[in-house]
């Protein structure tokens, strides 16, 4: 069986090779796959295994977990992801503000910029080099949650993209409050030379930059998820969230997760079926088109069944559930979509083996490349440099996020077009399709009909009833003409007496006079004989009209 958690603290795709491997160690678990992403992971595991085996394992690791049940009792996923990106593109502004002020200071007299007599030439390299330390706190106070979790999972032996930044900045900090502590002591003692050679090796605004880039990157990854996750917000904006129920023959607006197998609901003109479900009493056109594609309305009766979110056009109908929950048409179609975001593509999987070995390879780089250096040019200064270049360089950020994102992109872009894809596997072996099989229902089609003909001795007459019995509906077919219509400037007229006629049209009277339009069955109701013109229209594909 599958089962899926939420996971938070997750950073880089090392933390999420880390969940997998915590997780697939508890026996029972068969497989785990954890999305970066949405920090959604799917777990394939036997009956016995419980939610709180899996959530302790995460946590032991470092992680946050919880399981479906409460994911579905949080707040707004909307709501979560907009406060995450707009948190963190403040503090990139507030990051970017100081680490620019700093690159100033730093950078400005080699830049030729002007900049202020106090810090100016070797003599005020200590009032200068404090400076740089005073302007690069702010930027290490705002981005502290990576030395928070960075060195929380180093010290677990479980090291990230966070470790590598957290130790490579504060690297840098702490050898740069020694070379302030060195210029100081050079100061004192007149010590030119010294003076010379330490005041290029502060790293005070590699610190700052290494922190403002990678928030640069975290506040495009939490845009870039905003974005993607549209089409799946847009989808669960089309499930009803209350229906009416019939309770002792009265009608009771109840929430749709109340809704049982066997309750008896009503759903009237203009409304959406709150669930699945089959047609017990009445008749109506539904829209369908946002479940099949099907760009024209289907007549529904007793017996026929009718699909949650679909829309009721005209009529009143009462219908039972027999699909409720997370077993409706429009949750199986959403689950579909979220499952495909958190699928591992064959490629991502490898991506996640490599950085899983990457991290502690990276450190194990450094230490040597430190070492090294130290060892054959005797100058410590130059081996740190190279030391934290390793760190800073080898962040595995783009590897472990290029393929989820292109595939949470790919995926939700589809959607967005109609387009369900089940799995990123498959979407990964798409590129292999060498014939595609299309139907009809708006897939190569506008999806949506429009007037093609006008057939009468006074076409002036007819649209102008046409326009103004059609104006009262808003049958897709009526959308058609009444744009037709508003195209061609035909006068509308007031129309009394409306009434909608299930399944063949409609009518209404207009300056006296009784009008109907609608199908060939109503043609043939009230006395229409020219049966062979719409035969022949049909015979086309058209779909005739007759305004009698």
Not at 205 to 226: D, F, H, N, P
Not at 341 to 359: E, H, N, T
Request: charge should be neutral.
């Amino acid at each position: 069986m599958k089962r899926k958690f939420k996971v938070t603290g997750m950073t880089c795709s090392a933390c999420s090779a880390h969940v997998q491997k915590a997780t697939e160690k508890v026996d029972g678990v068969k497989e785990a796959q954890v999305n970066l992403l949405d920090g959604s992971m799917v777990v394939e595991c036997d009956e016995n295994v419980t939610d709180n085996q899996i959530i302790t394992a995460v946590t032991k690791a470092g992680y946050g977990a919880s399981g479906h049940e409460e994911q579905k009792a949080s707040n707004s996923p909307k709501l979560e992801e907009k406060s995450v990106f707009a948190h963190s593109l403040k503090v990139l502004i507030f990051s970017a503000i100081f680490t620019l002020l700093l690159m100033y200071v730093s950078m400005g007299e080699m830049l030729y910029i002007p900049v202020p007599d106090f810090i100016k030439g070797h003599n005020n390299a200590v009032t200068k080099a404090l400076l740089q330390f005073v302007l690069a706190l702010p930027v290490v106070y705002a981005n502290r949650e990576y030395f928070i979790n960075g060195f929380k999972k180093l010290f677990r032996l479980a090291p990230n993209m966070e470790s590598l930044i957290a130790v490579g900045s504060l690297a840098s900090i702490v050898y740069g409050l020694y070379v302030t502590f060195a210029l100081s002591n050079a100061l004192a003692n007149g010590d030119e030379a010294t003076l010379h050679a330490l005041h290029m090796q502060l790293y005070f605004e590699s610190s700052a930059t290494i922190l403002t880039l990678v928030r640069l990157g975290k506040t495009l990854e939490a845009k870039s998820k905003e974005r993607t996750t549209d089409a799946i917000k847009s989808l669960v904006a089309l499930a009803p969230d209350t229906a009416t129920k019939i309770v002792d023959e009265q009608e009771v607006i109840v929430n749709v997760k109340d809704v049982k197998l066997g309750d008896v609901l009503v759903c009237k003109s203009g409304e959406a079926f709150a669930v699945d479900g089959t047609v017990i009493s009445g008749e109506c056109s539904v829209n369908q088109a946002n479940i099949t594609g099907e760009s024209m309305p289907v007549h529904k009766k007793l017996g026929d069944g009718v699909i949650s979110s679909t829309t009721n056009l005209n009529g009143i109908v009462r219908y039972k559930a027999e699909k409720v929950g997370e077993d409706t048409a429009i949750n199986t179609i959403i689950r579909l979509v979220k499952e495909a975001g958190s699928s591992k593509a064959p490629v991502s999987r490898l991506a996640d083996k490599i950085s899983g070995i990457f991290v502690p390879i990276v450190f194990v780089i450094a230490i040597v490349a430190l070492a090294v250096w130290w060892i054959l040019s005797g100058d410590f200064a130059t081996a740190f440099k190279y030391g934290i270049s390793v760190l800073v360089i080898a962040c595995p950020c783009a590897l472990g996020l290029a393929t989820p994102v292109a595939i949470m992109v790919s995926t939700g872009k589809g959607a967005e077009n109609g387009l369900l894809i089940k799995s990123a596997e498959k979407l990964e072996t798409a590129h292999k399709i060498t014939t595609v099989v299309l139907d009809k229902t708006g897939t190569v089609t506008e999806g949506k009909p429009e007037v093609c003909g006008v057939y009468s001795n006074n076409v002036e007459k007819l649209l102008s009833v046409a326009y103004s019995l059609e104006s009262s509906s808003s049958h897709p077919l009526s959308v058609a003409i009444v744009s037709y219509c508003k195209e061609q400037h035909v006068s509308l007229k007031k129309v009394t007496n409306y009434q909608d006629i299930e399944g063949k049209g409609i009518k209404g009277d207009i300056d006296g006079v009784t009008y109907y339009g609608g199908n060939n069955a109503l043609a043939i109701s009230v006395g229409y004989r020219q049966i062979e013109t719409i035969n022949e229209l049909a015979s086309k594909g058209e779909t005739p009209l007759v305004f009698m």
